[in-house]
T-cell receptor, first 113, second 114 residues
Framework: KNEVEQSPQNLTAQEGEFITINCSYSVGISALHWLQQHPGGGIVSLFMLSSGKKKHGRLIATINIQEKHSSLHITASHPRDSAVYICAVRWSAGGTSYGKLTFGQGTILTVHP | NAGVMQNPRHLVRRRGQEARLRCSPMKGHSHVYWYRQLPEEGLKFMVYLQKENIIDESGMPKERFSAEFPKEGPSILRIQQVVRGDSAAYFC????????????FGSGTRLTVV
């Protein structure tokens, strides 16, 4: 079964701390996405990765294809970073399954001032 | 260039009524995906459409749910005879192609069945 697992499920931090959220998946993928969702809000795409590392502002995303693992890091965390962070994968091309995303359960991040 | 537009943002329906959710993809995007987020659950794939074609509907409930993406106009997710269990947030995403491309998500439609 194709699965995506995230850890931790809940994460509480103090402002300024370095944060890491992890994502593991079961089989080969063509791309991995990190998404952000604020309570009651829409979904924002943060990164799409197929290899290596990407950085945008205080956010860094890495992926290790051999280990089937990705991490999202937030440096110098801020209360406005409080949100749900979701890992999603697009499985390797094959039939009609390659277009859609399969999602992890999400990590609820709370950053206190 | 507006993003993915979903409407309505909030929709309240009584049990047994029909719900129509609309999604206008980004300009130049011909691939549309619908996802559902049940309360306290993660996002789940429902259906993948290209203009005038359903590519993958493996996530759609067998009954009462249908989707279309006509040549002109928005994609529509239609739920007939809604039940309380249909209450959820429904998100649409679009992309210019099936692979190697990122997604843009809409703000979602929150359906409440009373």
């Amino acid at each position: 079964k194709n699965e995506v697992e995230q850890s931790p499920q809940n994460l509480t931090a103090q402002e300024g701390e370095f944060i890491t959220i992890n994502c593991s998946y079961s089989v080969g993928i063509s791309a991995l996405h990190w998404l952000q969702q604020h309570p009651g809000g829409g979904i924002v795409s943060l990164f799409m990765l197929s290899s290596g590392k990407k950085k945008h502002g205080r956010l860094i995303a890495t992926i290790n294809i051999q280990e089937k693992h990705s991490s999202l890091h937030i440096t110098a965390s801020h209360p406005r970073d409080s949100a749900v962070y979701i890992c999603a994968v697009r499985w390797s091309a094959g039939g009609t399954s390659y277009g859609k995303l399969t999602f992890g359960q999400g990590t609820i991040l709370t950053v206190h001032p | 260039n507006a993003g993915v537009m979903q409407n309505p943002r909030h929709l309240v329906r009584r049990r047994g009524q029909e719900a129509r959710l609309r999604c206008s993809p980004m300009k130049g995007h011909s691939h549309v995906y619908w996802y559902r987020q049940l309360p306290e659950e993660g996002l789940k794939f429902m259906v993948y459409l290209q203009k005038e074609n359903i590519i993958d509907e493996s996530g759609m409930p067998k009954e009462r749910f249908s989707a279309e993406f006509p040549k002109e106009g928005p994609s529509i997710l239609r739920i007939q005879q809604v039940v309380r269990g249909d209450s959820a947030a429904y998100f649409c995403a679009s992309s210019p192609g099936a692979d190697r491309y990122g997604y843009t998500f809409g703000s979602g439609t929150r359906l409440t069945v009373v």
